[in-house]
């Protein structure tokens, strides 16, 4: 039987803003199109996944599915990336920390199988998809405004170069990260490479 049903109407307006109107949906609908996603994902890859297929995994329709996104790289992009990282705990001040909480949260979200098999072919449909790519990335403002904020502290209490730009920071974290997979697709990132790189990226960044 399919979850779908008239009881679960889209509130969303044409800009994905919440509009207030109609029922609100089921949220045990998301829950089952998300699981089912993720599991499909590392069954059968990014390139084989189809709609329908989540569709038919979730027990719902695809009405259900284009209600909620757009498009399958949508989708995709949340069954693989459910919330943002926000691993900075370390005490303001202490850059170095950091900088190894920013490369160790970017390893863990990295290497779970979900995200394995969805990064490829994301990466190249938010390529072609400059409106995906900008509501990809907004997922991630808090986590960008907190670097840039310890940033700026650290740079007023003279620790780091003043010439450090926090988008060239996350930058360089996330892409030792992905050439690293793409280095080695069925190897690690221990805590080892993170003490490294994280070593070698503080050097870059104190005074």
Request: aromatic share 4%; glycine share 8%; no cysteine.
């Amino acid at each position: 039987m399919k979850a779908d049903s008239d009881a679960d109407v889209d509130t969303r307006d044409d800009q994905g803003r919440n509009s207030g109107a109609g029922r609100p949906r089921d949220p045990r609908i998301d829950a089952a199109i998300l699981e089912a996603t993720a599991d499909l994902l590392v069954e059968i890859g990014y390139a084989n996944l189809t709609m329908a297929a989540v569709a038919e995994k979730a027990g719902t329709t695809k009405t259900a599915l284009y209600r909620r996104w757009s498009s399958k790289a949508e989708l995709v992009h949340e069954a693989a990336f459910p919330a943002a990282p926000t691993a900075l705990s370390a005490p303001e001040g202490d850059i170095a920390g950091d900088v190894r909480a920013m490369i160790a949260a970017t390893r863990d979200v990295f290497v779970t199988p979900v995200v394995r098999s969805a990064l490829p072919g994301l990466i190249a449909d938010m390529a072609g998809d400059p409106e995906l790519n900008a509501r990809v990335l907004n997922r991630f403002v808090g986590l960008f405004d907190l670097v840039r904020e310890r940033l700026e502290h650290a740079i007023s209490q003279g620790a780091v170069h003043p010439e450090v730009v926090p988008a060239r920071l996350i930058e360089i974290v996330g892409g030792a990260t992905l050439l690293r997979l793409l280095l080695d697709p069925g190897g690690g990132l221990d805590d080892t490479w993170v003490e490294q790189t994280a070593a070698i990226v503080s050097h870059g960044v104190k005074v």
